[in-house]
């Protein structure tokens, strides 16, 4: 647990020195490091956008969430924990650049997405307690969450939290297969 613990920590501060950082650059971090849809600049936004904010009050409302969402796949497995991250980034990444609205999408919100869909639909395909239980709790705790996917706000990346939530889902069933 304290491992799992230190893993996300380490993560957060690191998104936090750099949004400092980034408030000290005018935000131009972000608005270069995002995913920008169909530019092959845009392609550079997949790896770096869930690790760029627009503001240090975006990243405080995803901090939470981050952690305990990804904190509980990464009590699971820690090798697990990067194998879910480095599928919903990616693959949240590509379809945000491939069918994304004219935008720069940055935060870590997809990913945050990704791993609620993980924890969600591994209670489905695993079929064990625990990750039943884990599923049932999230969903009771996190279930409003997903009203984001919908294209509600002009300045909400719905994009990111669909396709996230998606590539989430699709990493749970890739992880009940290999086993």
């Not at 608005?31 to 240090?56: E, K, N, V």
């Not at 945000?96 to 004219?102: A, D, E, I, P, T």
């Not at 625990?130 to 709790?137: F, P, T, Y």
């Given at each position: 647990?304290?491992?799992?613990?230190?893993?996300?920590?380490?993560?957060?501060?690191?998104?936090?020195?750099?949004?400092?950082?980034?408030?000290?650059?005018?935000?131009?971090?972000s608005?270069?490091?995002?995913?920008?849809?169909?530019?092959?600049?845009?392609?550079?936004?997949?790896?770096?956008?869930p690790?760029?904010?627009?503001s240090?009050?975006?990243?405080?409302?995803n901090?939470l969430?981050?952690?305990?969402?990804?904190?509980?796949?990464?009590?699971?497995?820690?090798?697990?924990?990067?194998?879910v991250?480095?599928?919903?980034?990616?693959?949240?990444?590509?379809?945000?650049?491939?069918?994304?609205?004219?935008?720069?999408?940055a935060?870590?919100?997809?990913?945050?997405?990704?791993?609620?869909?993980?924890?969600?639909?591994?209670g489905?395909?695993?079929?064990?307690?625990?990750?039943?239980v884990?599923?049932?709790?999230v969903l009771?705790?996190?279930?409003?969450?997903?009203?984001?996917?919908?294209?509600?706000?002009?300045?909400?990346?719905?994009?990111?939290?669909?396709?996230?939530?998606?590539?989430?889902?699709?990493?749970?069933?890739?992880?009940?297969?290999?086993?």
């Amino acid at each position: 647990m304290k491992i799992a613990i230190l893993w996300m920590l380490s993560l957060l501060a690191v998104m936090w020195g750099l949004e400092l950082l980034n408030v000290f650059m005018g935000h131009s971090l972000s608005r270069i490091g995002g995913i920008h849809p169909r530019s092959l600049s845009g392609l550079l936004g997949i790896p770096a956008s869930p690790f760029l904010h627009f503001s240090l009050f975006h990243l405080f409302l995803n901090s939470l969430p981050f952690a305990i969402l990804g904190g509980l796949i990464c009590l699971q497995d820690k090798k697990l924990f990067l194998e879910v991250s480095l599928i919903v980034i990616i693959v949240s990444g590509l379809a945000v650049w491939l069918l994304g609205r004219s935008a720069s999408h940055a935060g870590a919100s997809g990913l945050i997405f990704g791993y609620f869909g993980f924890l969600l639909a591994s209670g489905w395909y695993a079929k064990d307690m625990q990750s039943i239980v884990i599923a049932l709790g999230v969903l009771l705790y996190y279930g409003g969450m997903v009203f984001g996917i919908l294209p509600l706000r002009a300045y909400v990346s719905w994009e990111s939290h669909l396709f996230g939530f998606l590539s989430g889902i699709l990493a749970a069933r890739m992880n009940v297969q290999l086993k």
